[in-house]
């Protein structure tokens, strides 16, 4: 149940720089923090009220004592959180580490660059994990979602060849990201792969958390990423990396360089439709009965 609560602003301690937010995307990990999944392993650690979100955009409001950063009080920022407790980004004010905040990018709306945070990184971090080198071949499903989009872009910056999945009406959406081949989406997804790329393809990203399902598509020695923790050992020589966005958090350099992309035109912000924040439970809503392309953003 989500419900909306009285908490104190919080105050920015040494490293640390406050945030005023005014949109923040909505992300399947928060269905976790509302339907106490994720709850019942916080209550070991702190008590509720449990805050979901993990994205947010803003104006940078106050810098905590000691704290290095070029970004100046006003700037319009974006940032990406680690939710615990009563810290999470459906929140008005949020005091967060500085290298988990930067600017955000030239020209987009805060709705815009509270999708690009967590998706972006995640993205980029799955990518680092598999460290492919240009011409390789990467194969993403689920890429018509936000996460998968970003997969796609990021993976043809770095020069890799990219099959993506897609549903009949989400192909052209696909080819416009940049993959190179698409395949259509479902359980024989790798089979269809296979069909293209006949020896398999050097890393996968699973984005539609198929998981086993997708091993039958990566060569022998190949890479696959999984954002949601794989159930199942892949066979033939195959490397498992799990994706764990606190991994880089704090990487400002990188959020930045997200930034940069945004703004060259590398990267798309995808906004599927804004809510008040108030509507915070038709947001979840909506994302659970799936179909949503893009994110769906909260504005406060």
Request: glycine content about 12%.
């Amino acid at each position: 149940m989500l419900e909306e609560v009285e908490l104190p602003d919080p105050v920015p301690g040494p490293g640390e720089l406050l945030v005023r937010v005014h949109a923040a995307a909505v992300n399947p990990t928060d269905i976790y923090v509302r339907n106490g999944d994720r709850a019942r392993a916080q209550a070991r650690q702190s008590p509720p009220p449990y805050v979901p979100g993990m994205d947010v955009a803003g104006v940078l409001e106050a810098v905590g004592p000691g704290t290095e950063t070029t970004l100046e009080v006003g700037d319009r920022v974006m940032a990406v959180v680690v939710p615990h407790g009563h810290h999470g980004a459906y929140s008005e004010r949020l005091a967060l580490p500085a290298g988990s905040v930067a600017r955000a990018p030239r020209g987009s709306s805060h709705a815009e660059a509270s999708t690009l945070p967590m998706n972006g990184l995640t993205a980029r971090l799955a990518l680092d994990l598999l460290a492919l080198a240009p011409g390789q071949v990467l194969a993403v499903t689920g890429a018509a979602g936000a996460l998968g989009g970003y997969l796609v872009q990021l993976a043809r910056a770095d020069g890799l060849t990219v099959v993506a999945d897609a549903s009949e009406q989400d192909e052209q959406l696909v080819r416009d990201l940049g993959a190179h081949v698409v395949v259509p989406r479902g359980d024989d997804v790798a089979r269809r792969i296979r069909a293209e790329f006949p020896d398999g393809v050097d890393g996968l990203v699973d984005g539609s958390v198929q998981d086993a399902l997708l091993f039958p598509a990566i060569r022998d020695g190949g890479g696959f990423a999984t954002v949601r923790g794989s159930r199942t050992e892949p066979p033939r020589g195959i490397t498992s990396h799990q994706v764990w966005i606190v991994e880089y958090a704090e990487e400002q350099a990188l959020l930045d360089r997200l930034r940069q992309q945004a703004e060259d035109g590398v990267l798309t912000l995808r906004v599927a439709r804004t809510l008040p924040a108030a509507e915070a439970a038709e947001a979840h809503r909506l994302l659970e009965k799936g179909g949503v392309r893009g994110r769906l953003v909260l504005e406060l």
